[in-house]
């Protein structure tokens, strides 16, 4: 007793160098009775400390020895293990990297030795040596034990790494495959009747059905169904239907001895609200006719597993075309994309950065890449029509479709990542694809990937690398190759061939794949540096114009600014270096015409897409006009004056369109704008605002140049319309009103006749054809309009006000603001007209009913002839009209005694009339949001097409390019009409009650 605690420091010591994290627990196990001679025997030590946990090793060795059958038993497993490498290798291995088969193990005491045999012939074995495995299995019960024993067999070469990561998961396919026939045959001896009716075939999809399962993991299948011979149609699906329940229960059910897997029916046509059978008649109409881009993809893994084998070939033989036809669908790349994208939107927040599977730069982005790059050239090279991934990588490297080096890069980060994800699932045989946070875990794991100097930190480590290799390669995959295609700097290298870059292109939206080659040659080929950073840029660049309605436009404006700017030395140092100043241009370039036009006017605003998105934001008018007068006093005359102002509005009106086309579409850093309504006030604030400042600066210059530096009268200009309600569009005229106050000891006909001068002069030097958009400023809401005098005096305003003033005359003022000129005569109209405006009376019933009639008309005789009116944002039910006149009405008659109504805005006024109790929240909610989305398509339309319009667009393509800044995807234009009646329909029911029918 003397010596034990001598031997006890010594054996602790002894665990700590095999690296035992709690040797004194383990010490203590080694202590009791049958653990003495592994204790002694240096040669089990060492073999438990190879393992990948040692302590979980050693207990179960421990549950194993005590389950055998009596010390005769003990004894030859003990010697066996000393004696026989192989065997101690595999056992412990598995001992110590799978806590699940431990307990399998103890419960099943005999099952070690199914791990005894190593010759050649068994390491490697396919569906009939597994089906020889589970032959003996006459119940669910006894095929859960046989399975896990094959699943042993495949875990010990794999954790002893006789198999590699592809072979264990082909492996682990073929033992799936053996399951799903016993099972089936299980079923069919359950019931004889439903046999001899059908033929039934399982199809399987997915990882199974590409020969790269998981250890734990849903086996999809899908189920196709025949009448046997002589047999009813109907009568056999309902046998087949049964049949294949059983199936899916005999392995998915949990039993004293777990279950084996979940069979996943989910991938069928209709998914879970589809037959679980169908013929293949069946199956071919709907994919003929419904099936989704995302249906093809998964077909691409479809594999006959069990069942009857020729009915399987056949579903697959008559499939086949169509897969392969799925890439000439329209918006084909972007429904993959999206299905991509979906899935990472889907992932818990918490979850996200330990996804192996699902999170960004994960094994989907692998294989995802490698699929939608097989359905493009999968159509004119067979060779790329593998179920397996990383076979059809290799098949992609070979023909040139993928750059080798990227190909060898994303084969071993697939390999990595596939092998965490099957040592984090063998641990306890759970479905899962998150990373532990467990240290004991990560050491676990770390170790069983042969990481044995800090594993914990070494695995992180090389997790990262690889997950940043993937997330890089998965950029550029599509992209680069066509780069390499036309830059022809690598002799030896495989690439694309022509064929394949065109074939390539068209899959990923472009029109004119031949025009794309030309642009992408002449930005990417040579040896400059630009060039070199062209090839750095656009593979990335080439991903969002992919995003984009026009591709084509994109790639080709971003041609047209490069070839401006690509001997200025920031130019490209600001897309590379600046964050979101490159997606940001792309996004731009490619929204439509408008942005693009007013960009490649004066290609060196591009700058303003940097500076972290601060360029973006519109500038205030008081910085406005200070610029402009600034230009002003610097030009020579009124002509170089305004052109100057002209050229600062071009420029404001580039920023105000980027950021609404980067808020309305978003980046990878920062989302699109939640708030609909806040783009809609940044738009009509900064067009006003701009439009303001620049008829102060022609206004000054046009004084300065003909009368020096005082016009002989007072001169004011004053906002109408949207204009003065601060909600201008991007092609909007300025309705406006010029009013002039001769000054002291000025003749009027003289103060007359220098505002008409003036004003006559601005509207001309505003007009002047020229590189920047033309400003028309339109005055015909003055008094008796087109026939009325364009300028009158504070005084004549007043005159005709108090006797002629009609009900429209007083509606129109509501907008009325001074933009421009003398201040404190823009004040004094405003005090002149506001008892017009917001009469003390209110309005009475005449009133009403003229504005009602007044609208009518309005409607009747100014919407288009042939114009659908419930998709005109203006003048149709529920559009803009719509929702101004309802809330002028609100204006004229209660503004008088609620300030908040006193506005020129719409939603300021609406939202005052709901604090007033006007009108209730729902429907003053239902009013803004129909107003701000009619105004959005107003923007959107003059963004996509260069020119205002009312109605959404006819072209597709331009459709689709409204549908992308309003926030619907590829393919959902018809979502974003149906949509745009709702709102307008709700919007119109509360129009008809408080417009036409309330008090």
């Not at 045999?117 to 859960?144: I, K, W």
């Not at 114009?545 to 920031?570: E, Q």
């Not at 002028?888 to 939603?907: C, I, S, V, Y």
């Amino acid at each position: 007793m003397t010596s034990a605690p001598g031997r006890r420091s010594s054996t602790f010591t002894r665990l700590l160098r095999h690296g035992f994290t709690d040797p004194s627990a383990a010490e203590q196990l080694l202590d009791s009775d049958g653990l003495t001679l592994v204790r002694n025997d240096p040669v089990l030590l060492d073999a438990l400390g190879a393992t990948a946990d040692p302590d979980l090793a050693l207990r179960g060795l421990a549950r194993l020895l005590e389950a055998q059958d009596g010390a005769t038993a003990r004894q030859e497993l003990l010697d066996t293990l000393i004696a026989a490498k192989p065997l101690r290798d595999r056992l412990l291995g598995v001992l110590g990297a799978s806590e699940a088969l431990a307990e399998h193990l103890a419960r099943h005491p005999s099952d070690w030795q199914a791990l005894v045999t190593y010759e050649p012939r068994d390491l490697h074995p396919g569906v009939e040596e597994f089906e020889r495995g589970l032959a003996d299995a006459t119940d669910p019960v006894s095929l859960r034990v046989a399975y896990r024993r094959c699943l042993l067999s495949i875990a010990a070469r794999d954790v002893c790494g006789t198999i590699e990561v592809a072979q264990t998961a082909a492996e682990l396919a073929d033992l799936a495959t053996a399951t799903l026939r016993a099972a089936l045959a299980l079923a069919a001896a359950a019931a004889p009747e439903d046999a001899a009716l059908c033929r039934l075939a399982v199809i399987a999809m997915g990882k199974c059905g590409g020969h790269e399962l998981n250890y734990v993991s849903d086996v999809d299948v899908i189920f196709v169904g025949e009448a046997a011979d002589g047999a009813d149609e109907d009568k056999a699906l309902r046998a087949a239907t049964r049949l294949a329940s059983h199936l899916m229960r005999i392995c998915s059910e949990t039993t004293v001895e777990g279950s084996i897997w979940p069979v996943d029916a989910n991938l069928r046509p209709e998914g879970r609200n589809g037959p679980l059978v169908r013929t293949l008649a069946s199956h071919l109409a709907y994919y003929q006719r419904w099936a989704k881009t995302w249906e093809f993809q998964a077909l691409l893994k479809a594999r006959p597993v069990a069942g009857d084998r020729a009915l399987g070939e056949e579903y697959v033989t008559a499939l086949q075309p169509l897969v392969w036809q799925a890439a000439e669908r329209e918006n084909f790349v972007a429904d993959v994309q999206k299905m991509r994208r979906r899935v990472v939107e889907n992932i818990p927040a918490a979850e996200i950065d330990r996804q192996l599977k699902l999170g960004p730069g994960g094994l989907r982005d692998v294989e995802f890449a490698v699929q939608l790059l097989q359905l493009v050239h999968g159509r004119s090279d067979a060779s790329l029509r593998s179920g397996t991934t990383l076979d059809a990588l290799k098949a992609l490297a070979a023909g040139g479709y993928v750059g080798r080096a990227d190909a060898a890069q994303l084969d071993d980060a697939y390999r990595f990542l596939r092998s965490m994800e099957h040592r984090i699932q063998l641990h306890r045989l759970r479905r899962t694809h998150l990373v532990p946070e467990d240290e004991t875990d990560l050491r676990r794991l770390g170790r069983s990937l042969d990481l044995r100097t800090d594993p914990v930190a070494t695995l992180t480590r090389e997790w990262k690398r690889h997950a940043s290799v993937v997330r890089r390669l998965h950029e550029k995959l599509f992209y680069r190759p066509l780069l390499d295609a036309v830059a022809a700097l690598a002799p030896g290298e495989a690439r694309l061939s022509a064929a394949a870059a065109r074939e390539r292109l068209i899959a990923l939206g472009y029109a004119d794949p031949a025009a794309a080659l030309r642009h992408l040659e002449a930005l990417a080929s040579g040896v400059t540096r630009k060039a070199a950073i062209q090839r750095t840029l656009l593979p990335v660049l080439l991903g969002w114009f992919a995003d984009s309605a026009d591709p084509d436009a994109g790639l080709l404006t971003f041609r047209k600014v490069s070839d401006a700017l690509g001997k200025t030395p920031w130019y490209l140092r600001l897309l590379r270096d600046e964050g979101a100043a490159a997606e940001n241009l792309a996004r731009v370039l490619s929204a439509g015409r408008l942005a693009p036009d007013l960009l490649m006017r004066a290609p060196e605003a591009v700058a303003l897409l940097g500076d972290g998105g601060g360029g973006l934001r519109p500038r205030s008018r008081a910085h406005l006009e200070q610029e402009i007068l600034a230009a002003v006093r610097r030009a020579d005359n009124a002509v170089q004056a305004v052109t100057a102002a002209r050229g600062v509005r071009r420029r404001e009106l580039f920023r105000t369109s980027a950021a609404d086309i980067v808020g309305s579409y978003g980046t990878e850093s920062q989302p699109a704008e939640a708030d609909q309504g806040a783009l809609v006030d940044l738009v009509g604030g900064a067009v006003s605002d701009l439009t303001a400042a620049t008829l102060s600066g022609t206004l000054r210059a046009v004084v300065r140049e003909g009368w020096g530096d005082t016009l002989p009268t007072r001169f004011a200009i004053i906002g109408m319309g949207r204009f003065g309600g601060h909600e201008l569009g991007y092609g909007s005229d300025a309705d406006v009103l010029f009013v002039h106050e001769p000054r002291d000891g000025v003749d009027e006909r003289e103060a007359a006749e220098a505002a008409n001068k003036v004003v006559a002069e601005m509207r001309r030097l505003l007009q002047v054809p020229s590189a920047d958009p033309p400003l028309i400023v339109d005055a015909d809401l003055r008094p008796e309009g087109k026939s009325g005098p364009l300028v009158r005096t504070l005084t004549s305003y007043e005159a005709y006000y108090r006797r002629w003033s009609l009900v429209w005359e007083r509606h129109a003022l509501l907008r009325a603001e001074h933009v421009a000129g003398d201040e404190e005569l823009g004040r004094r109209f405003t005090e002149l007209i506001d008892p017009l405006r917001y009469p003390a009376a209110g309005l009475d019933e005449e009133a009403v009913r003229e504005i009602r009639r007044l609208k009518a008309r309005m409607e009747s005789e100014r919407l288009p002839r042939g114009a659908d009116p419930k998709l005109h944002t203006k003048l149709g039910p529920g559009g803009l009209s719509d929702v101004e006149w309802t809330v002028q009405l609100l204006q004229l008659r209660h503004g008088a005694r609620e300030p908040g109504l006193r506005t020129t805005r719409t939603r300021q006024a609406l939202a005052a009339a709901r604090a007033a109790g006007l009108i209730s929240e729902e429907d003053a909610s239902t009013l803004d949001e129909a107003w701000v989305l009619a105004t959005r398509v107003r923007n959107a339309v003059m963004l996509v097409r260069g020119r205002a319009g009312d109605t959404f667009p006819t072209v597709p393509r331009e459709l689709s390019a409204v549908g992308r800044y309003l926030g619907y995807g590829p393919g959902h234009a018809g979502d974003m009409l149906d949509a745009y009646r709702r709102t307008a329909r709700r919007a119109r029911s509360v129009v008809e009650e408080l417009f036409y029918g309330g008090s």
